[in-house]
């Protein structure tokens, strides 16, 4: 019976999800807004068929532990550092002012101090699952806004767990001892430097190991389970050894896989899950959403709207621009942060926990989540409709201008792509190569070739290789199946590409051509063909006659292969 309500759970929030994001989507709205619908529609304040959120939030959690995972992927200790100063100093200010506001409206309402500090910090902390959505859905995961804003992110979750460890410290009952509070913040702090000592020094140095044995095996099945397992078991090792949110976890996890070869096969092969988790994060905040309980406190919620969309992203964009970042990427930092989600939830639910919270506050919290996740996508997008008009600032690069670009993608290095790629080399083409195999990616390497190591019918790898910049793609190495599948994610990616591809049988050739080559070679059929020119030649025919005949050798050779 557990199990049928399990299924039916996911089933049905996902089921929902798809209907309500879809129609949204198709009305212009972000898919977001209609996975928050989905949530109330199946909630317990609605009519009709009730989910079971305890269910849904496990589900969630997976959701978060993966895109946080593949957040790290891509987001380089380098790209940390450099963003430090901003980061820190901005996620402290940022998170005092809003703090500071939150307190001030608790007071003024004639809540304790204690009640009024909680409720301010619920305020003061974006969500992790909407920040990173939205960056990756406008391809801004690499630019300096979303380095800033993950950074930033980075630093709001250790001091949620700082807080949240304080908490009980503060507020169990009893004297408050100062050696005890004190005791607190360096043990978690200490645990918190372990995890990162322990991550980079000793996972740094395994995790790379074990993905290059298990990737030597050449089983797409094991590849993906290694990354599952490493993903999840560091997430929750972290959350039980050193105290810290399995986001930061699977965050680290994610920066040391990132650091290896195997960064681009890890998105692309290993986390095809992750958006439909995620999804169920937003389906999980939507059935907490009750409307009843918000009818006597709708001057409250106005407030605390006030403060996530007003407050808090004016005090992020004059402390960017103090820091020397301008105006540009200092509202985009803004705006990506002005809204609430899981860590505020979590403070909240302690608040309520420890009997510090007034009665309905922690539904007011709720609200306010859902109402600045639903709109934050469509802030974001009206600050990038703004980009042109903004005066004395170039467009900020996108998230692929970041990375080098090439004319010309390879996929496959035996020796067909080895030849092709020598060629375009010395054409002044210069490729970069799409190659699965590990010792063919290390070939590569060794040969002077960029190379993106992962399976080139995900259409993440493509767009690592910059396939939508690239003019020309050729298949040099796959079946005719996974070249197929190679060639309409290329297409949908850029439709102006020119791809060539390889076939080993020349009734593989319609195959490609039908989904989308513009040129398919075929080795049978180029050897038979090769041969009966030799031959003609040879007895004396002209270069005309030796066309015809090509071409009556080719149609005569497609007609026997479709009878076969």
Not at 115 to 129: E, K, M, P, Q, R
Request: aromatic share 6%; charged share 15%.
């Amino acid at each position: 019976m557990h199990e049928t309500g399990l299924l039916l759970t996911l089933t049905a929030s996902l089921a929902a999800a798809l209907a309500l994001g879809f129609i949204t989507e198709r009305i212009g709205l972000s898919p977001i807004i209609g996975y928050l619908a989905a949530g109330i529609l199946v909630g317990p304040y609605t009519p009709g068929f009730v989910a079971d959120r305890a269910v849904a939030a496990e589900f969630a959690e997976i959701g978060i532990i993966l895109l946080m995972f593949g957040v790290g992927l891509h987001f380089h200790l380098k790209d940390l550092v450099a963003v430090r100063t901003v980061a820190i100093t901005g996620a402290l200010a940022q998170i005092a002012v809003a703090t500071a506001l939150g307190a001030l409206l608790g007071r003024m309402l004639g809540w304790s101090t204690g009640a009024s500090l909680v409720f301010g910090l619920s305020l003061s902390v974006a969500s992790t699952v909407m920040l990173t959505r939205v960056l990756a859905d406008n391809q801004a995961i690499d630019t300096p806004i979303g380095r800033i804003s993950i950074g930033w992110l980075v630093v709001e979750d250790i001091f949620t767990v700082i807080v949240l460890v304080l908490l009980p410290a503060l507020f169990a009952g009893g004297a408050v001892q100062t050696a005890s509070i004190a005791t607190s913040v360096v043990g978690a702090v200490g645990k918190l430097a372990l995890l990162v000592v322990f991550a980079f020094l000793v996972g740094g140095r395994l995790i790379p190991r074990v993905m290059r044995s298990v990737a030597a095996t050449r089983s797409r099945e094991l590849f993906t389970l290694t990354v599952l397992v490493l993903a999840l078991g560091i997430a929750v090792g972290s959350a039980l050894a050193f105290g810290v949110s399995m986001a930061l976890g699977a965050f680290l996890a994610g920066m040391i896989v990132g650091q290896s070869e195997f960064s681009f096969r890890a998105a692309s092969d290993a986390l095809p899950m992750r958006d439909a988790f995620a999804v169920l994060f937003f389906v999980s905040m939507g059935m907490l959403f009750d409307p009843a309980a918000l009818v006597e406190s709708r001057g409250l919620l106005l407030e605390t709207l006030a403060i996530i969309l007003a407050g808090k992203p004016l005090a992020a964009f004059f402390i960017v621009m103090l820091l020397g970042h301008g105006s540009r990427i200092g509202a985009g930092v803004a705006v990506v942060l002005a809204q609430i989600g899981e860590f505020s939830l979590i403070l909240a639910t302690a608040g309520d926990q420890l009997n510090i919270l007034p009665q309905g506050v922690t539904s007011v919290v709720v609200a306010a989540a859902i109402v600045s996740l639903a709109l934050n996508p469509l802030l974001y997008r009206a600050i990038s409709l703004l980009e042109p008009k903004w005066k004395g600032r170039a467009p900020e690069s996108s998230a692929m201008e970041d990375h080098a670009t090439y004319p010309a993608v390879v996929v496959g290095y035996g020796p067909i792509g080895q030849l092709v790629a020598r060629l375009l080399q010395y054409g002044d083409v210069p490729p970069v190569i799409i190659e699965m195999n590990v010792q063919t990616a290390r070939r590569v390497k060794e040969d002077g070739y960029p190379i993106v190591h992962g399976d080139a019918s995900r259409p993440g790898v493509l767009e690592a290789a910059g396939i939508d910049a690239a003019n020309v793609l050729v298949i040099a190495g796959p079946t005719a199946a996974e070249s197929a599948e190679i060639i309409r994610n290329a297409r949908s990616l850029n439709p102006t590409l020119r791809v060539l591809a390889r076939a080993v049988y020349l009734g593989e050739t319609e195959r490609m051509r039908a989904a989308g080559a513009d040129e398919v070679f075929s080795g049978e059929g180029e050897v038979a063909l090769a041969m009966s020119a030799h031959i003609m030649a040879f007895l004396g025919a002209s270069p005309e006659q030796i066309d015809r005949e090509r071409q009556r050798v080719r149609r005569e050779m497609l007609r026997r292969e479709a009878k076969d």
